[in-house]
Structures are given as C-alpha cells and as structure tokens.
C-alpha cells in the first residue's frame, strides 16, 4: 500500500531506513532530485530548490549563530523528537561545501539531541517548526573540534556553516493510535479529524510523511501499521500520485501537519473485489486508518 521510508548521511552519522508494507506502489519517494550547487542568485527563501550559503567577509564567530531564513508552521520541535531534514554544509573558512543531502536526493533522519549528530545540530534546531528553514553557524568546538572530521573533508578546527530544511516530525510524545471498530460500513469515504493540524495543509502533488495505523472494518484486525516497523519508519509519497490506494489520497486532502485523522475508506477506494496482501485484506473490505501527518513538502 505504501512505500519505504526516508533515509539519509550527514558526514559519517549514517543510517538506512527500510520499511514492508502491503503491496508496495514503487520505489521510495525522495524529496527532492540531486540538486547540484546552485549558481549565480538564488532565493533561499523557496525551500523547494537546494539553498546557497555565502560566507561572509568576516572572522568567524566564536557561539552558535542561528538565521532562520523560512519561519516553519506548527509545533516547534524539541529534545527527543524524530526528525527529517535536508542540509548543505560548507566550511567557514574557505566556504567549500562539504555535504549536502540535497546532493543525493534523500533527506537525513534522525533523533534530536540523542548525539546521533555534532552538538551545534542537537543545540542549534531546538525550536524549529516544520517547513522551516535555517543557517546555523557552529564554532568548532560544537562541530568537529581539534581533530577535523574523520574523513578529513573538514579541517581541524573549522567553523561550519549549515542551511537545514526540516521537512518532518514525530514528536517524544507522539504514541501509536488505537482503532475502535465500526459497525457498519458507509456508503463512501468518510473521515473524522481526531486532532487538528497546526502546520502546513495536504494539496495534490505534495511529498507527504505519515504514520498510520489500519484495520479491516469487518474484523478489526489490524492489518498494518508503520507504528509497529519502529518510530523511525515514517513514509513517504507523493499525493495524488498514485503512490498510495485511492481512498487515503483523498482521505488526506486539506490536512495539516501535526493533525491526526480517521479515514474510513470503501472496498471502491481501497482493494475492490479482488482483497491485498494474500488474503489478509478480505474482498469487498472496508479500511479504517488513522493516519499522523509529519510533514507536507510542495513540489509545485
């Protein structure tokens, strides 16, 4: 039904996400193509294209400096939230990029403040919001140190220079939904919003993050659910796609990050008269998902 998840580097921090799901749609959805380093101007206030950082004619600075270029929508994220972003980093001193998500294609996930990532990171997106952007100057000492990076693409005491993208959340105190069962199944599709989003709204063609959880209407078995793959096995796909079945696209439309939402969905919009998933989704099946929207990301 849905795709794999988002996986990602940054430096030598790296870890590839995987997930299963009932009868995949096609290949893991990434954010965005591998955006070479822009040239000439560029608005680093469109998220939708790989930023530029210019290093300024000055000493670096000695603290953390943070810029927020794009104010993100929703609830800011804090210490212990599961995080999705993109990035370009580059070196002070002679403003090289070094890395950069945007460059392969594939978003960086991670937790904050676990020490998966260098301090100014864990220190510096304290606070953002989805759909924000950021430029985080970060002193040695909460980067790489004396010693450089291992690789040694940055240099010994080096002064770094990130614009970050964070294009989805699962917030410390986001927990896996219980589905209560319907009696009866309705005629067409029908959803129920549980919490409301704060954050930005589901129009077709947007990248979409979820977790959800889905049962058969008949049995209320569960049948699937990215909650159970781990807190980390997000998905992502492209609304109105085709890349996920009928019912939830359309489910989804006009939500907004941070909201969870029952989708009821008919066998029409859903596995029809022939079932899924080697019978675990019966013919003729009513679904019912509840659904956590992470992170919507444009593409038009």
């Known amino acids: 039904m849905v795709l794999a998840s988002c996986g990602g580097s940054v430096e030598e921090a790296t870890e590839t996400q995987d997930t299963s799901a009932i009868e995949p749609a096609g290949q893991p959805i990434p954010t965005a193509a591998p955006t070479p380093t822009p040239a ?6 469109d998220t939708q294209i790989k930023p530029l950082i210019v290093i300024p004619d000055s000493s670096p600075p000695l603290t953390l400096q943070i810029d927020d270029i794009v104010v993100g929508q929703g609830t800011p994220v804090s210490s212990g939230d599961f995080l999705i972003m993109n990035y370009v980093g580059v070196s002070y001193s ?15 996930p991670f937790e904050l403040g676990a020490g998966r990532v260098i301090k100014g990171w864990d220190e510096g997106i304290v606070g953002m919001a989805v759909g924000g952007r950021r430029t985080l100057t970060i002193p040695p000492d909460l980067a790489y140190g004396e010693t450089g990076s291992g690789s040694g693409s940055i240099g010994p005491n080096e002064t ?15 927990n896996k939904p219980t589905i209560e069962a319907v009696e009866s199944s309705p005629d067409g599709l029908v959803f129920e919003d549980i919490v409301l989003g704060t954050g930005s709204t589901v129009t077709a063609g947007s990248v979409v993050y979820i977790h959800y959880v889905g049962v058969a209407q008949s049995s209320g078995e569960q049948f699937d659910s990215s909650w159970d793959r781990g807190r980390s096995e997000l998905i992502g796909f492209i609304s109105g796609s085709g890349n996920v079945i009928e019912g939830l696209d359309q489910g989804m439309i006009g939500m907004n990050v941070g909201g969870r939402r029952t989708v009821i969905i008919p066998p029409s919009l ?4 022939n079932g899924a998933g080697n019978g675990l989704i019966a013919p003729n099946e009513t679904l019912i998902f509840t659904v956590d929207l992470l992170g919507v990301v444009p593409t038009q």
Request: aromatic letters at 12%.
């Open 160 to 174: 770094l220079v990130f614009t970050v993208d964070l294009l989805a959340a699962v917030p410390k105190s986001l």
């Open 40 to 45: 000439g101007e560029v608005d680093n206030l």
């Open 270 to 273: 859903a596995y029809g008269e």
């Open 94 to 108: 002679n403003g090289l990029q070094f890395d950069a998500s945007w460059d392969r294609g594939q978003p960086f």
